[in-house]
């Protein structure tokens, strides 16, 4: 049997998100909004598992650990959390947290401490990372604006300097020297890379752009990822 997580976000957008991520990874997953939700589900079916933003409403991410920890309850938690200060970091492993992840975060990174926190428990086996499907392209290597990718192996160089990229970093790439020269709005990116669109008010689209362009940039050539300020982005070499 896939391993049970119980996941608790206020950011609806996040939530959604996530929970098809973790879905798709093959876990059995319970979304709820809020830490009395979350309290609720964990007392009724507890999981293997769970993982709980520390700002939410009324009964916050630190309060759920605090009261399962108080109860005895040792289900490995995993907490993910805008605050990137020590103190902020201090106060969610005393409050009975096992681990954290900083948001933006790579929903890879998720699945990493997630079997990790597994193993440590001796839970039900994690499931396999899903193989990449197979790609249809004749054609092993795509290239555009002075860049070189290999999907297969998934590799990519730019000149004669190969980067390293996270698999959302590389599938974002990927998207835009596919498309070079044309431009993609917001809506249209986080549709093919996380599934769902984030809205407006998101920075996850602006953070992994910031990324990429700080592993693309060298000195004395060409920025190559542009920013259309009002509708997306843009890979191309001036």
Known sequence: MPPTVL????????????????????YRVTAVADGVEALAQAHK??????VLDVMMPGIDGLQVCRVLRAEGDRT????????????DRIAGLDAGADDYVVKPFDVEEVFARLRALLRR????T???????PP???????????????DPQARRVWRGARELELTRTEFELLELLVRNAGIVLDHSTIYDRI?????GPGSKNLAVYVG????????????????????????????
């Open 194 to 198: 996380w599934g769902y669109d984030f």
């Open 45 to 50: 079916n507890p999981p293997d598992v769970l």
């Open 7 to 26: 996941l608790a976000e206020d950011d609806r957008a996040i939530r959604h998100a996530l929970e098809r991520a973790l879905a798709l990874e093959g």
């Open 76 to 87: 490995p938690i995993l907490m993910l959390t805008a605050l990137v200060e020590t103190a």
């Open 126 to 132: 994690v499931p396999p990372v899903p193989p990449e």
């Open 135 to 149: 790609r249809q392209s004749p054609e092993r290597y795509v290239e555009a604006a002075g860049l070189r990718m």
């Open 121 to 124: 428990t001796g839970a039900e």
């Open 211 to 238: 990324y990429l362009r700080r592993k693309l940039d060298q000195p004395g050539a060409p920025q190559l990822i542009h920013t259309v300020r009002g509708v997306g982005y843009v890979l191309r070499e001036d």
